[in-house]
C-alpha cells in the first residue's frame, strides 16, 4: 500500500487560493494527500463547503464560526449548524473551525459564548470539532475541564497547536489530538518542536492551514513566487515529523491516519 497523507485542517473554500481547488487539490493527490478536513470559518462557507464535499469524496466539512468571524454570526446560526450537520451525519462531518483567541476583535466575552454553543452542538451529536486557541490557554482549558466534567467531550482537535509542553499534556489527558502545522520545521522555534516530540504518538495530527501559514512553507524562502500555502505541503512535514520521531514515513503516517480515523468516528475507514 502506498504512503497515505491527510491534511488535518485547511480552508480550500478560501478566494485566497489563485487557482481553482480541483487544481489545488489534484496537487495535492499527486503527492500522496488523499483526505482534507476542509474548515469553514463563518456561515456564508457552509454551503461553499459542502458542495466541495460532494463534488470530491476526500474531503471532510468541518462547518462553525471561527473566533475572528464572530460579528458575522446572524440569529439562528446554531440552529441553522445543527440542521445542516445532521443532514451529513452518513457521509460525515466535524464543527469548526471554533475557539478562543486573544487578538481577536471580537470580545473574548463574545467568543466564549459562540465557542460554548460550538462545543454543545458537537457534544449533542457526538461530532468531532476544531478549535483554534492564540494566547487563550487556560479559558480553553477550564471551558474543556468543565465540558468533560458534565455531558462529556466530543472528539477534540487542537489545530495548529502552539502551547506549552504542560498544556499540551493536559489537553491530552482529556483525550485532545493535537495537530502541529508546518511551523515546527523552523529551526528558530526549538521549543515548538521539543513540544511536538514529547507528543505521544496517538494524539497526534498534522495540518497545513492552508492557504495560510504561508511563512512557514519550507521553499517560501527560495521561491519568492509562493503566495500562498497548500496542501501538498503536508507531505513535507510528514517526512519531517517522522525523521523527528525516528520513524519510517510510512509508518508515521499510518499512525496518524488511524489517529484521524479515531477523530471522526471511523469516517475515515468508510
Not at 99 to 122: P, T, V
Not at 164 to 190: A, D, F, K, P
Not at 202 to 216: G, I, K, V, Y
Amino acid at each position: 500500500m502506498s504512503i497515505r497523507f491527510l491534511d488535518a485542517h485547511l480552508h480550500l473554500q478560501d478566494e485566497r487560493f489563485p487557482a481553482p481547488a480541483d487544481q489545488i487539490i489534484a496537487r495535492a493527490e499527486s503527492v500522496g494527500v488523499h483526505r482534507f478536513f476542509c474548515n469553514a470559518t463563518r456561515e456564508a462557507d457552509w454551503q461553499d463547503i459542502m458542495e466541495l464535499a460532494r463534488k470530491h469524496t476526500g474531503i471532510m466539512p468541518f462547518l462553525g464560526i471561527h473566533p475572528w468571524q464572530v460579528d458575522s454570526a446572524v440569529t439562528g446560526w446554531e440552529e441553522r449548524l445543527a440542521e445542516t450537520l445532521s443532514s451529513c451525519s452518513s457521509s460525515g462531518a466535524g464543527i469548526g473551525e471554533t475557539g478562543l483567541d486573544k487578538y481577536a476583535s471580537s470580545g473574548l466575552q463574545m467568543q466564549q459564548k459562540l465557542f460554548a454553543a460550538q462545543l454543545e452542538i458537537a457534544a449533542d451529536l457526538f461530532l468531532p470539532i476544531c478549535i483554534h486557541c492564540v494566547r487563550c490557554w487556560k479559558m480553553l482549558l477550564d471551558t474543556l475541564e468543565r465540558q468533560a466534567a458534565g455531558r462529556g467531550l466530543p472528539p477534540v482537535m487542537i489545530h495548529s497547536f502552539s502551547g506549552s509542553v504542560e498544556t499540551m499534556h493536559r489537553l491530552q489527558q482529556l483525550g485532545c489530538l493535537i495537530s502541529y502545522s508546518l511551523r515546527i520545521m523552523n529551526t528558530r522555534n526549538t521549543k515548538l518542536l521539543n513540544t511536538f516530540k514529547q507528543t505521544p504518538l496517538e494524539a497526534l495530527l498534522l495540518e497545513t492551514d492552508a492557504p495560510d501559514q504561508l511563512h512557514a512553507v519550507p521553499t517560501r524562502q527560495s521561491d519568492s513566487a509562493i503566495t500562498y500555502n497548500e496542501p501538498l505541503n503536508v507531505a513535507a512535514l510528514y517526512r519531517f515529523g517522522a525523521e523527528q520521531r525516528m520513524m519510517h514515513v510510512k509508518d508515521f503516517a499510518n499512525q496518524i491516519w488511524n489517529n484521524a480515523t479515531i477523530f471522526t468516528n471511523q469516517t475515515l475507514a468508510r
